[in-house]
């Protein structure tokens, strides 16, 4: 299935996408795509509702409606860092031997097409298309590797949008550089895993005002979405609807010489095979918190 939310901020509602054209309403069946049903085992749950009322013709068309995240806020967003051979290389720092864990704030979680807000104080910012993995049921101290497919809710499309100065050059924690407003957008559904022929052989790619400036596949990854859940779970609990964002392949405007910057008035798109495609204006900060 393919998970969304549409409507406006803050009243978004969860259907299931059939196509382009096509949805499926089931806020009647949920609230929302969240902690509690993910945690509910709402994916199963919703299954053969939408086989139901798509026999019955109960089918809905799209009409421009805003896309949210397809999932809801969650209680936590992970990263792995340095997670693709190819951009390690980039960056000039090694291949890491464990996955280099760091978190984001979850209120930087915004939908696939809405703006990017530059930072008042930014001076390198920079873009990061990754597979993301949505976690379906509590988990800690998986057993085994393959234990984490049935910790796995799905996976969508995120750009880990990142300030280097931030990160990198004002001491402390990368946690600086990631959690600025608007710096996750996501979306703009949600696959569950059985709707993916190979997560191992994904195309990925980004443009920045139509040039293209990423294009990898998850094929060169350090450590593939099963091992990564594994290892995460040995560290902290992951809560149903929790999101981890995987890493980046090459081509990040740190990685240019001399380097590439994010203005206002740029534009990124974005896509991963399968799992759709976003597309973000790069604007001013807020003037005031709220504003």
Known sequence: MHLMRIGEIGAERPVVRLNEETYVDVSDITNDFDERFFGGDGIQALRPIVQSRVAAGHIEEFS??????????PHQILCIGLNYRDHAAETGQPVPVEPILFNKAPNTLVGPN???????????LDWEVELGIVIGRRTSYLETVEDAADAIAG???VNDVSERAFQLERS????K????????????WLVTPDEIDDVHDLGLWLDVNGTR?????????????????????QFLVLEPGDLINTGTPPGVGMGFQPPVW?????????GID??????????????????
Request: hydrophobic share 35%; proline share 6%.
């Open 177 to 188: 550089g990631k959690s600025a407003e608007t710096f996750n957008p996501a979306g703009p």
């Open 64 to 73: 421009g409606e805003r896309i949210g995240a397809p999932i809801a806020r």
């Open 172 to 175: 402390g924690q990368w946690v």
């Open 274 to 291: 399968g799992l759709g495609s976003q597309r973000q204006d790069v604007i001013a900060a807020r003037t005031r918190v709220g504003s």
């Open 213 to 233: 400036r990423q294009n990898g596949n998850t094929s060169t990854m350090v450590f593939d979405p099963l091992f990564i859940v594994h290892y995460v779970s």
């Open 155 to 157: 996976y969508t499309l």
């Open 262 to 270: 994010l203005q206002q008035g740029d534009v990124m798109e974005l």
């Open 114 to 124: 809405d703006a990017v807000r530059v930072p008042r104080a930014s001076t390198k």
